[in-house]
């Protein structure tokens, strides 16, 4: 059975900073992401990882400030979020997709998390 479970969500102030991890169990993935939901707002890529290469993408409002991160060996994906901002609060959740290319679709990806909430209070 495939899972990916969320983990490092909080509530943290402005400015400061969150690590987000995404344990992958059931197969090996290749390229992953993670997205986000805000209240009200539909869901939006993060930032993403492809399989092979290590290639990042990111969203324009989150670059320089989040980095996306894999350990394959611990079968884990990551999420430094720092100088955050109360419009990064969100649920944010891991996605996995089977093939190795990076996507910044939701339709992509064929694995989903539960979702992890992230709160910056002003």
């Known amino acids: 059975q495939v899972q990916l479970v969320e983990s490092g969500g909080g509530l943290v102030q402005a400015g400061g900073s969150l690590r987000l991890a995404c344990l992958a169990s059931?197969?090996?993935?290749?390229?992953m992401g993670w997205f986000r939901q805000a209240p009200g707002k539909e869901r939006e890529v993060v930032a993403a990882?492809?399989?092979?290469?290590?290639?990042?993408y990111y969203a324009d409002s989150v670059k320089g400030r989040f980095t996306i991160s894999r350990d394959n060996a611990k079968n884990t994906l990551y999420l430094q979020m720092n100088s955050l901002k109360p419009e990064d609060t969100a649920v944010y959740y891991c996605?996995?997709?089977?093939?190795?290319?990076?996507?910044?679709?939701?339709?992509?990806?064929?694995?989903w998390g539960q979702g992890t909430q992230v709160t910056v209070s002003s």
């Open positions: 059931g197969r090996a993935f290749s390229s």
């Open positions: 996605a996995a997709r089977r093939l190795t290319t990076i996507a910044t679709r939701e339709d992509a990806y064929d694995y």
């Open positions: 990882i492809s399989g092979i290469r290590g290639n990042t």
